[in-house]
């Protein structure tokens, strides 16, 4: 057995189990947000004529921004959580109380301003006409991006359970890793859309 | 023992699945019954199904098509998948492995909660005002947008299923891989093991784009999106009210990406329990055992390519359809080579004709005639004849029936002992065996013929207005009374279950095995083992032990 430094001691087999099982999970969750994307690309691909709702509304000014800021808060969140890993790396045993406001509840001020600004974005769409049924362009936008903002809603909901639960100690390296390698799952699906929808 | 011990939770699992598969015969009970004698009244259909399903006892088409759909989908997703992984696996890896038990105990139990509300929503979904799905199994667009609600409830349940099955297959792959005793290299893992955790990767890879299609098909259906449906759809001659732009295919690729794959993860763990089954029976060791893995681990990779087969009649083009039809061909190199091998494994052996034997053995015939009827569909020019009729359903349902569950018959009987630390009734297998294996031939078999002579396999009446059907149609009786007797033999199994698990006579280990899960007492203590085991050698060892 080898405990690191915290409250919870564990062996390195679950280490090892955990670091497999976060893997995997990773990998379906790839596939997940692939198949979606590739539904996409079919259906962009088989189209003539393809609508791109946001450049026809009023709100249409707002979709760059959008697209700039949420992409930064994915990335803040992902070096935040990335730092917490660094901090377990290096023996930090415990984090003051601004330390964990910063590192902990990082992801959940994210997912509570991108799920916000996706509904925003979202309403404004469709009051403008222009929601999911008005056409495929627009029901892939929403799907896609949608979907996004489901996962950053759980990622925020597990750091801040993670947070409540360890508050004091240090969370089991495991679950840092996790978190870590979730957000930039998120981030880099997130950069896959905003290519494919936005540049391309 | 609690419910996180890897056996009860596989125990649990086992026994819910056995009743899916249960609901599931019943279902097709049904519909054989519809089949053999078309718009006749069934006795009590009424009284069960309402003046809504069955007035005056006769079945409506829209229910049997829900029977066909939901029989397809019970059978596949909440019972035989189950029960070959959350019961077989969760049940033997960690013992076979050596292991204490499961590595996310918790995760494991959520997948089962998950399981069956899935399942208990999708078959809660017949008391729906629209019924259940009726659009089969395979939930074909645009027809399973405009079905009814229950649709959506299978969609939901389909979602639910594969988190399910990530959960789980994230908890087997996570065990084998950090939880193996000592000297337990991947080399001398069992080939149960490796068939299980093939299985588990095909579903945490394959499943999420059903799952993605499921999304799909959830917002075409709830918000009114145009996924799956083509510009300018008229049914019943009335243009359908959507913005169109989608497309029906898409569907079809991301389900068979998990539904082709789906057979496998039917197949392989009936392949590891064969195995398992036949080494111990004949007192060999498993021939060409690194042969074997590689073909099991190529079978599960070389199936993520093949999906297409399954759309040879979409007029993919000839690119791509000559790329498919390629990929299906060798595709039955690697299931050649297990089949080959287990065969070869016999050679020499001192069989022993026990139940679980002759249903191993009865298995590779079985499979073999599945998997030899599946070329033909493979290749565009035959598909396109063979395509829509009964000949599909027989093959598949050799694969399926006679294939697998025939191996999981093998399994219950060869594992019993451990459960449970008695035999189970060998007079009384044998009558389940030999009924099992004639009726199951006598319903499947008459389905190549009824294929080949043109039968559609999609109609309520079983093509009766169809001057071409008209001599195949005298074989669905002899089917139905089949698959009516079938029934009455497991009845027999059931029987030999109860029984046994408490008069039977005490065993350790009858069959002198010399895997690791036979290492331990019989049912096995909490954590498995007193002594953390220690592997040395292959699992199979039976030369020496017979020496």
Same mark, same amino acid.
């Given at each position: 057995m080898t405990a690191h430094t915290g409250a919870t001691a564990v062996s390195d087999r679950d280490l090892r189990a955990a670091d497999v099982g976060t893997w995997l999970f990773l990998a379906s969750l790839v596939?997940?947000?692939?198949?979606?994307?590739?539904?996409?690309?079919?259906?962009?691909?088989?189209?003539?004529?393809?609508?791109?709702?946001?450049?026809?509304?009023?709100?249409?000014w707002r979709i760059f921004p959008f697209a700039l800021s949420q992409t930064i808060w994915l990335a803040g969140v992902g070096a935040g959580v990335g730092?917490?890993?660094?901090r377990?790396?290096?023996?930090?045993p415990r984090g003051s109380g601004p330390q964990r406001a910063i590192f902990w509840w990082l992801p959940v001020l994210a997912a509570v301003t991108f799920t916000a600004d996706w509904v925003n974005l979202a309403w404004t769409l469709a009051a403008a006409g222009r929601g999911p049924a008005s056409g495929v362009g627009a029901a892939s936008w929403f799907v896609l991006t949608g979907a996004v903002a489901v996962g950053v809603m759980a990622g925020g909901?597990?750091?801040?359970?993670?947070?409540?639960?360890?508050?004091?100690?240090?969370?089991?390296?495991?679950?840092?890793?996790?978190?870590?390698?979730?957000?930039?799952?998120l981030l880099a699906f997130w950069l896959t859309i905003v290519v494919g929808f936005y540049l391309v | 023992m609690r419910i996180t011990d890897h056996k009860r939770l596989a125990l649990v699992y086992g026994v819910t699945a056995g009743a899916f598969l249960l609901v599931g015969f019943l279902l097709m009970l049904l519909l054989r019954w519809q089949l053999a004698w078309p718009g006749q009244p069934i006795p009590i259909a009424t009284a069960i199904f309402g003046e809504r399903n069955a007035p005056a006892g006769i079945l409506l088409p829209e229910?049997?098509?829900?029977?066909?759909?939901?029989?397809? !989908?019970?059978?596949?997703? &909440?019972?035989?998948?189950?029960?070959?992984?959350?019961?077989?696996?969760?049940?033997?890896?960690?013992?076979?492995?050596? *292991?204490?038990?499961? +590595?996310?105990?918790?995760?494991?139990?959520a997948g089962y909660l998950v399981y069956l509300t899935a399942g208990l929503l999708m078959i809660g979904s017949f008391a729906l005002p629209g019924g259940a799905a009726n659009?089969?199994?395979?939930?074909?667009?645009?027809?399973?947008?405009? +079905? @009814?609600?229950?649709?959506?409830?299978?969609?939901?349940?389909?979602?639910?299923?594969?988190?399910? !099955?990530?959960?789980? +297959?994230?908890?087997?792959?996570?065990?084998?891989?950090?939880?193996?005793?000592?000297?337990?290299?991947?080399?001398?893992?069992?080939?149960?093991?490796?068939?299980?955790?093939?299985?588990?990767?095909? &579903?945490l890879l394959a499943f999420p784009a059903l799952q993605a299609a499921a999304v799909f098909q959830l917002m075409d259906r709830v918000v009114g999106t145009s996924f799956f449906l083509p510009t300018g759809l008229a049914v019943s001659n009335t243009p359908l009210a959507v913005s169109g732009g989608g497309n029906p295919l898409l569907w079809q690729h991301l389900f068979w990406f998990l539904a082709h794959p789906e057979v496998y993860v039917l197949v392989l763990p009936a392949m590891g329990i064969v195995a398992e089954v036949i080494t111990a029976h004949a007192r060999r060791s498993l021939w060409r055992y690194g042969l074997m893995v590689g073909a099991v681990v190529g079978l599960g990779a070389w199936s993520m390519v093949v999906w297409a087969h399954?759309?040879?009649?979409?007029?993919?083009?000839?690119?791509?359809?000559?790329?498919?039809?390629?990929?299906?061909? *060798?595709? !039955?190199?690697?299931?050649?080579?297990?089949?080959?091998a287990l065969v070869v494994t016999l050679w020499g052996g001192a069989i022993r004709y026990t139940t679980a034997m002759c249903f191993a053995l009865a298995f590779l015939p079985m499979f073999g005639l599945g998997g030899v009827t599946g070329l033909p569909l493979g290749l565009a020019p035959t598909n396109l004849i063979l395509h829509d009729t009964y000949y599909v359903v027989g093959h598949f349902h050799y694969l399926v029936a006679p294939g697998s569950l025939f191996a999981l018959f093998a399994g219950v009987y060869h594992w019993f002992p451990k459960l449970t630390g008695r035999r189970m009734n060998e007079t009384l297998g044998l009558v389940h065996f030999v009924g099992s294996f004639v009726l199951m031939n006598a319903i499947f078999l008459p389905m190549f013929l009824m294929g080949l002579m043109g039968v559609n396999r999609r109609m309520y009446d079983g093509g009766l207005q169809y001057e071409l059907a008209q001599s195949a149609l005298r074989w669905n009786p002899y089917m139905t009374w089949s698959a009516v007797a079938l029934g009455a033999f497991q009845l027999v199994f059931l029987w030999n279950l109860h029984w046994s698990a408490r008069r039977g006579e005490p065993a350790e280990n009858?069959?002198? *095995?010399?895997?690791?899960?036979?290492?331990?007492? @019989?049912?096995?203590?909490?954590?498995?083992? +007193?002594e953390p085991p220690l592997v040395t050698g292959s699992p199979y060892r039976y030369e020496e032990t017979e020496a």
């Open positions: 596939m997940f947000y692939g198949a979606l994307f590739s539904g996409y690309v079919l259906l962009r691909a088989g189209s003539t004529t393809w609508d791109t709702p946001w450049l026809t509304v009023t709100a249409s730092a917490s890993v660094w377990w790396r290096v023996g930090y909901l597990v750091a801040a359970g993670t947070a409540w639960r360890y508050r004091g100690a240090t969370p089991p390296p495991h679950r840092l890793r996790l978190l870590q390698r979730y957000w930039m799952v | 229910f049997y098509y829900q029977l066909v759909a939901m029989h397809g !989908s019970v059978m596949i997703f &909440l019972a035989v998948v189950p029960l070959a992984t959350g019961g077989f696996g969760g049940y033997l890896v960690p013992l076979q492995i050596g *292991a204490r038990g499961l +590595a996310f105990p918790r995760l494991s139990v659009s089969g199994w395979t939930s074909y667009p645009p027809l399973s947008i405009i +079905a @009814s609600s229950g649709q959506t409830v299978w969609l939901v349940g389909v979602f639910l299923l594969g988190i399910s !099955s990530m959960l789980g +297959a994230v908890t087997l792959v996570a065990t084998v891989v950090a939880h193996r005793a000592r000297g337990m290299t991947l080399m001398r893992l069992p080939f149960f093991v490796w068939s299980q955790v093939v299985t588990a990767l095909l &579903l399954h759309m040879l009649l979409t007029g993919m083009g000839t690119t791509l359809s000559s790329f498919f039809q390629v990929t299906t061909m *060798a595709v !039955s190199v690697p299931s050649v080579i297990l089949i080959t009858p069959w002198r *095995a010399t895997t690791l899960e036979w290492t331990t007492s @019989s049912p096995p203590p909490p954590g498995n083992f +007193a």
